[in-house]
């Protein structure tokens, strides 16, 4: 086993959620090797063409990373995987954070083609695609942004991917639309945590109406502006946002969730020319931290 591969145990926990071997002529034998070369791939940031021949073909290892990002695969295995985490109670409802964070786009991310890509053998796009491919134009150049939900034991919960230039409070909602976590025994998934973090960059009138609705408890500081425009409204300004600053400190563990996540080259520095695929890109990273202890 080399640096970086799967251990025994976060294989046991992954192989009984992998498509089934033998379908196809053979065609998804030797899953754990494959996905071993992927990993190593978004750990380094190496060209497919210079994979070490330990991993087997390159274009094989590319092809069913690419295949999984496209039909769904890695979505299913991530929503798997927490279910299974959740019924051992290795989610921390607590406390659920909202961040972003923006990667770099490598030069080999730009130029995809315009024509919508199609699911191999069918019709319909891939589940994740977006028109704009999740690349937008800045002062620094083509950038990517991350937006996610981490629980309290720094692992993300669910993920969204937007061109760099997107603000961070219209994404807070789409975010976490997406929070539904399945449950073993049955029932509907779980889909609101105790309490809701995020810095100033969400705080907004339409956020915390959601959120009320919703009734999730939530810590989100009030800027400057928004509060002196509530003071002058006077009596129709409303009341003020309540904040508690203990709650508050515990922020940091979606920072660390970041953090965790672009320890994966291939996920600091965008080289993926679609966003599909780098959102199995970044499913993938989530889903190897959710393995381990």
Known sequence: MGRGDLT???????????????????????????????????????????????????????????RWSADGTWDRISAAVLAGADAEGRIDWSMVSVDSTSCR???????????????????RTPRQHRPDEGLGRSRGGLTCKIHLAGEGGRRPLTLLITPGQWGDAPQLIPVM????????SG????????????????SSRRNRRY???????????????QRAN???????????TGFDATIYKRRNEVERTILA???????????DKRAYIFHGTLTLAAIRLWLRP
């Open 177 to 184: 639309e997406r929070i539904r976590v399945g449950r073993l």
């Open 8 to 66: 025994s145990d976060e294989w046991v926990r992954l192989k009984a959620h992998l498509p089934k071997s033998g379908q196809r002529g053979g065609r998804w034998e030797s899953h754990r090797r494959v996905i071993n070369g992927i990993l190593f791939r978004q750990r380094t940031g190496v060209l497919w063409r210079d994979l070490p021949a330990r991993f087997g073909k390159w274009k094989t290892v590319y092809e069913r990373r690419r």
């Open 261 to 271: 996540l672009k320890n994966s080259r291939a996920v600091a520095t965008r080289y």
């Open 230 to 240: 509530r003071q002058r409204r006077g009596s129709k300004g409303g009341r003020p």
């Open 105 to 123: 786009a490598h030069q080999h991310a730009a130029g995809a083609r315009r024509k919508p890509p199609r699911l191999p053998g069918k019709r």
């Open 187 to 202: 029932g509907r998934p779980r889909t609101r945590p105790e309490h809701l973090g995020g810095d100033k960059a969400y």
């Open 211 to 225: 959120l009320r609705r919703r009734q999730i408890k939530h810590t989100i500081p009030e800027p400057k502006n």
